[in-house]
T-cell receptor, first 109, second 115 residues
Framework: TQLLEQSPQFLSIQEGENLTVYCNSSSVFSSLQWYRQEPGEGPVLLVTVVTGGEVKKLKRLTFQFGDARKDSSLHITAAQPGDTGLYLCAGAPGNQFYFGTGTSLTVIP | DTAVSQTPKYLVTQMGNDKSIKCEQNLGHDTMYWYKQDSKKFLKIMFSYNNKELIINETVPNRFSPKSPDKAHLNLHINSLELGDSAVYFC??????????????FGAGTRLSVL
C-alpha cells in the first residue's frame, strides 16, 4: 500500500474533453504538490496547495486540497495534446517526501 | 544552463559491474536527492543530503552509496549491479529540507539497464 494513491492510473481522452485526477491518502499533509513529467524528462512542479479546502487555478488546470488535508484533485478543462504526460501528486507528512502512484494522461488530437 | 544535470543519460551494463551516476546543481540549493522510478513509473526516494550530510536513507541495499563532495554535487555509486536495479534514476535539489512545500527541481534522469 502506497502512502498516496492516485486514480485513475491511466487516462486516454479526446482533445477538448474534461478530466479529473484524484490523489488520496489516510495521512494528513501540511501541503501537497502536483508535478507533471513528460517522457524522457524529470517531473516539473505545477502547484503547491497548503490550506485545507484551497483551490488554485493555473490556466485550464484547477487544483483542490481536501478540507481534511488528506486528499487533492486536479481538474483539466478542455484538454489539449500538450497536457499529455504523467501527473504526480507529492507530499511530506513529516520530513520525508513521498510521491503518489501517478496518473498517465494521453490526450488524442 | 541546465539547473540540475545528471550524467550519463543512458547506462547499459552487465550484471555484477560497478557504475556511477553524477549529478550537479547550479541553483545554490542546500538539499539534493536521489530517486528511483520503476517500470510502473512509481517515484521513490532513496537518499537525501543537506549541505553534504545524509539526512534521509531509505531502505536501499548497501550496494548503493551516495557521495556528496560539496553541496552542488551528489553522485550515486552502485556496486555489483543486479537485474532489479534497472530503472530510471533521478537527481533533484531543493532550497532546503524538512518542508513539504519545498520545490524540487529534477534532472532529466539516467536510464539504467542491467543485462
Amino acid at each position: 500500500t502506497q502512502l498516496l494513491e492516485q486514480s485513475p492510473q491511466f487516462l486516454s481522452i479526446q482533445e477538448g474533453e474534461n478530466l479529473t485526477v484524484y490523489c488520496n491518502s489516510s495521512s494528513v499533509f501540511s501541503s501537497l504538490q502536483w508535478y507533471r513529467q513528460e517522457p524522457g524528462e524529470g517531473p516539473v512542479l505545477l502547484v503547491t496547495v497548503v490550506t485545507g479546502g484551497e483551490v488554485k487555478k493555473l490556466k485550464r488546470l484547477t487544483f483542490q486540497f481536501g478540507d481534511a488535508r488528506k486528499d487533492s484533485s486536479l481538474h483539466i478543462t478542455a484538454a489539449q495534446p500538450g497536457d499529455t504526460g504523467l501527473y504526480l501528486c507529492a507530499g511530506a507528512p513529516g520530513n520525508q517526501f513521498y510521491f503518489g502512484t501517478g496518473t498517465s494522461l494521453t490526450v488524442i488530437p | 544552463d541546465t539547473a540540475v544535470s545528471q550524467t550519463p543519460k543512458y547506462l547499459v551494463t552487465q550484471m555484477g559491474n560497478d557504475k556511477s551516476i553524477k549529478c550537479e546543481q547550479n541553483l545554490g540549493h542546500d538539499t539534493m536527492y536521489w530517486y528511483k522510478q520503476d517500470s510502473k513509473k512509481f517515484l521513490k526516494i532513496m537518499f537525501s543530503y543537506n549541505n553534504k550530510e545524509l539526512i534521509i536513507n531509505e531502505t536501499v541495499p548497501n550496494r548503493f552509496s551516495p557521495k556528496s563532495p560539496d553541496k552542488a554535487h551528489l553522485n550515486l555509486h552502485i556496486n555489483s549491479l543486479e537485474l532489479g536495479d534497472s530503472a530510471v534514476y533521478f537527481c533533484a535539489s531543493s532550497l532546503r529540507s524538512g518542508s513539504g512545500s519545498n520545490i524540487q527541481y529534477f534532472g532529466a534522469g539516467t536510464r539504467l539497464s542491467v543485462l
